[in-house]
Structures are given as C-alpha cells and as structure tokens.
C-alpha cells in the first residue's frame, strides 16, 4: 500500500520536527520572537495569571498550513 507509505513518513518528519522544536522552546521559551506576542492574552489577577497564546497560535497555525501544503504537493 504505497499511500501509507508516503502517510507513515510523514508522520515520522512531522515527529520529528514537533520533537526539535519542543526542546528548542524548552531551552528558550522566546524562540523566534513567539510568546508574548501583540495579541496573546494575558489576565493577571492577584497571584494568579491566565495567559492564551492566540497571535501566537495563529502563526503557528498558518505556518504549519504551509509547511504541510508543501509537503502534500511532492
């Protein structure tokens, strides 16, 4: 079945790239200037605070659309 072939590795490059960027956000959390972006909100109450990444997300988002769009045309 050559169609979960190609399923299968891309799956393991999608893996892969998830797991390098993980540790890189570990090591930096502001990795390419994501984070605290213009957008993403933030609610500080007392000694408790909210924090919702959606300009992030977003981008994240998009470039992830591309990224698997472009491997979808191969």
Known sequence: ???SVDFGRML???GAVLV???VLF???GRLF???RL???IIIRRG???FYFPLTTSIILSLGL???LWLLRKR
């Open 1 to 3: 079945m050559p169609g």
């Open 12 to 14: 393991i490059i999608i």
């Open 20 to 22: 390098v960027l993980g």
């Open 26 to 28: 570990a090591v930096d």
């Open 33 to 35: 200037g994501l984070g």
């Open 38 to 40: 213009p957008g993403d």
């Open 47 to 49: 000694n408790f605070t």
């Open 65 to 67: 659309t591309v990224l």
